[in-house]
């Protein structure tokens, strides 16, 4: 990988693997192993002790706090937040006796665009965590999450709504809410959360 041209900034003691695509503007900080086959999008911070799995994508504008893993079978969409020490995982039933070691036995996980993962909650593998939806800090999601939901506790459930800029949505007896923030419309519907404007 030619990283100097493409005006990325890697830290003296970040390890880089060969075979590797990281995009224009992404800063690599202290500590952090992006393995090989890895290919990250333009623009995005990785912060301390982060690890990044064989063969994952991740999107651009992401932020990865301090020590997060994201492993094989994980994939992020643009804009998606990792908090600090949150976790992923790739293996539904690990045991140490019978390994399950190789791309085949991963268990896929997507994090859509522009969700946020709160500091260390933990995604059961398998599942889809929808566009902007929040996870709560030290919620353990444990089924997909739709888009826009806000999901705490564990195991996580959805408690509201939230905006693609991450203000509350308080839906009106028609079912529409206004951010503000946004300055987006949102529809409420079956338990559906969509952008109208
Ligand atoms: C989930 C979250 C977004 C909710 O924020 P909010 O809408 O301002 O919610 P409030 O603080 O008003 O709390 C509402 C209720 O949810 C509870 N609650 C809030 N966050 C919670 C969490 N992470 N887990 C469990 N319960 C939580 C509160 O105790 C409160 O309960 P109550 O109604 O019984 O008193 C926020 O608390 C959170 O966890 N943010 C993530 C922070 C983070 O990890 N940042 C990382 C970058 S440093």
Not at 34 to 60: M, P, T, W, Y
Not at 157 to 178: C, H, P, T
């Amino acid at each position: 990988m030619a990283i100097s041209d493409k005006n990325c900034y890697i830290n003296p003691h970040a390890v880089v693997d060969d075979n590797v695509d990281i995009g224009e503007g992404t800063k690599i900080w202290h500590f952090t192993h992006v393995q090989s086959g890895a290919k990250i999008g333009k623009k995005c911070i990785l912060g301390q002790n982060v690890n990044v799995g064989n063969n994952v994508r991740i999107g651009s504008f992401c932020k990865i706090q301090n020590n997060v893993s994201i492993y094989e079978g994980v994939e992020l969409e643009d804009y998606v937040f990792c908090g600090p020490s949150m976790v992923f995982t790739n293996i539904l039933n690990p045991r140490c006796k019978y390994p399950q070691v190789g791309s085949q036995f991963y268990v896929k996980t997507l994090v859509k665009e522009g969700a946020s993962l709160g500091a260390n909650c933990t995604i059961v593998c398998g599942h889809t965590i929808g566009r902007h939806a929040m996870i709560g800090a030290g919620a353990v999601v444990t089924k997909d999450v739709p888009d826009f939901a806000l999901v705490v506790g564990n195991p996580g459930r959805i408690v509201g709504w939230m905006s693609e800029a991450g203000q509350r949505l308080n839906f009106d007896k028609e079912g529409q809410a206004y951010c503000e923030r946004s300055k987006k419309k949102y529809q409420l519907k079956n338990n559906f959360v969509m952008e109208i404007e």
